[in-house]
């Protein structure tokens, strides 16, 4: 029985290595927390933003790498930047308010999403009206 | 006296760790000068990485890495009578001996290993050459080649 | 199952949008490789779809087809293609960058915008089309047209291209004159190997022609930069002065500026940006393929003759070109870039 104990255990050990190891992200990122990842990142860490896009639809990718190209559209002084509610209901358009501490919002934003694997990622990011990021 | 004798043991495990250290550099000069001195141009090619760097130059496509190993021997280029003048843990400020760019030193950071090793080699006709090797239990990997200078 | 999804997701954007048309693999054998935007590298398989900042590179034998609504763009052995995309007047335009080696687009139909072609010495627009493209290892591009209009410019010169009509540029010139070619005609192979050897033969010229053409990027780069930083600093005072008409004639009124005026402002001001990173990167694709894969060549010859007045005149011209790099493009470039 001890025995038994001990290899189950081992088991355990040796599969929860290997799923760390390989890297391998059993919960996925959702989109609510990708958009939340993206806000937080706008305020705290810019050059983090490119991360929240998919790197193969998304056709800013590579130009959003340089965080000082997102000056023009989310100044920092509005830091920081928050939204309202998400409507999730359709990752292809998921809406939102954001706002800002300055006079910039509030504005309509809309999240065009796409998921690889687990995981959810921007594609698109419309802000009043405009497709401002492809 | 049992201090001492514990600070004997522990000063004999660093030097020995040391020279095998030293001893691992001199047998990767040894190796890779005696593939490029016999014309080994396929097995260079094969213990070298992507991206590689070749002097300030980051080499991308393998065709390329096998044009310089074959060429670098076709030309009858000799790494004559190679002996270790230093090998290094890579550091902070290691990329300014190949290139002080920010190309070259986020090469440093994005591609090389924490165990990664600048060898730095002397011929007999006082030329230097810069390698990046690193170690493992298995396996040899060449990321930068500098020189003759 | 995951491809299926992706491809399915990524019709739908292309049905919202018209535009960013992603393109799919129709066929791949042999050694072909893709580079994702975000840096890892897989092989290339059918029903792969692939999209701006995508590079594909190909071996000896390696093949693909790409297939963009419309657009049919065959990549033979040994090239390295990206998929890349820039701004003009508020429109993007798909732009196939060629560093290395050739590739053949047949267009069946007009889709809205045609994508430019761009490589180390040149860019070429086409219409309802088909032909070749051909990278030279010096830099140099060859382009042959099978039918159609193919208008190829370079150092602000144009020329326009029918059917069995070719052009090379040599980087940093104008178009050379155009040539009477058959279809197929053209061995890339001997081509190329026709343009090592000269760049063999003489070095210097070639790293001075390099030179020439980082001169364009570098000048594309400053003027967008320039334009960015004076849109930028417009953008910072109309916000700071609707701060004051907040606090003066109430949120609402510097809402509705915002939105009438600053908003479009900003959008303008990111698009330029957009392009110095397009320039910028167009630049470190050239320093990276073409004149990197040249000092590669040349060091490697003369490793063993390091003193050879060639080598060494060459390499000091090779220097200057990367001290004109550093001082105008690294500033644009980040580490994610490398």
Partial sequence: MKRTTILALLGMVIGALTISLIGCDLSGVTIDARIDSFISDINYDRTNVYLNFHSSATSDYNALKNESTLEAIFPVAGFPYSRGSLDTSDPNNVTTVLDDTAAWGPKDAIFVMIKDGMTWYINDLWLSGTWVIQ | ?149 | MKKIILIAILLVAVLLSGFAVPNDVIYSEGDAAVKYQAGYTDDVFIGDVYDTGDTVTTGFDGFVELDQAGLVLKINPDTVFTLQEKEEKGEKTSVFSLALGSIKFRYDRITGKEPMIQTASCVAGARGTEFSVYAGADGSTLIVVDSGLVEVESEGKAVQLTAEEGVEVQPGEPPGDKFVVQRDQIDYKTWNDDKLSAMLADPVETVRRIQDRMEFYIQEVQEYDSLYREYLKKLEEERRLNTERAQKEGENVALQYENDVIFPLSVETFNLGLNVRYFSLAALSMRRYVAGRTYLLLKARYIADYDNTIFREYRKTFGELLDKFEEAIVPQLVEADI
């Fill in chain 2, 1 to 149: 006296m049992k201090k001492l004798t514990f600070l004997l043991i522990v000063l004999v495990l660093f030097a020995s760790c040391a020279s095998i250290q030293r001893s691992k550099d001199e047998g990767n000069i040894e190796r890779i000068s005696k593939l490029i001195n016999t014309g080994q141009a396929d097995k260079l090619s094969a213990m070298t990485e992507l991206p590689f760097l070749l002097d300030q130059e980051i080499i991308l496509l393998d065709k390329d890495v096998r044009t310089f190993w074959s060429t670098i021997v076709e030309v009858g280029f000799k790494v004559e009578e190679p002996v270790l003048e230093r090998g290094v843990k890579i550091g902070p400020d290691s990329y300014k001996e190949f290139y002080d760019s920010m190309e070259v030193r986020t090469f440093f950071n994005k591609y090389l290993k924490k165990q990664s090793r600048l060898l730095e080699l002397k011929t007999n006709t006082g030329q230097r050459i810069l390698l990046l090797v690193t170690d493992t239990l298995f396996t040899r990997t060449l990321h930068g080649f500098k020189g003759p200078y």
